[in-house]
């Protein structure tokens, strides 16, 4: 049996909780996200797969 993970859907399901339970950290979690996407897309690592 084949078992990955995927990081994707658990950084989003941590930030989703988070946002539910502590409205206020919506603008600072969105704005580590697009930077970690950035700085990620910057250094050419869109093809790692986790």
Excluded: C, E, Q, W
């Amino acid at each position: 049996m084949d078992m990955s993970l995927a990081l994707t859907p658990i950084v989003s399901l941590i930030a989703g909780i988070l946002i539910f339970v502590f409205p206020r950290l919506l603008a600072k979690i969105v704005a580590i996200y697009l930077i970690a996407v950035g700085v990620i897309g910057l250094a050419g690592a869109g093809n790692f797969h986790f």
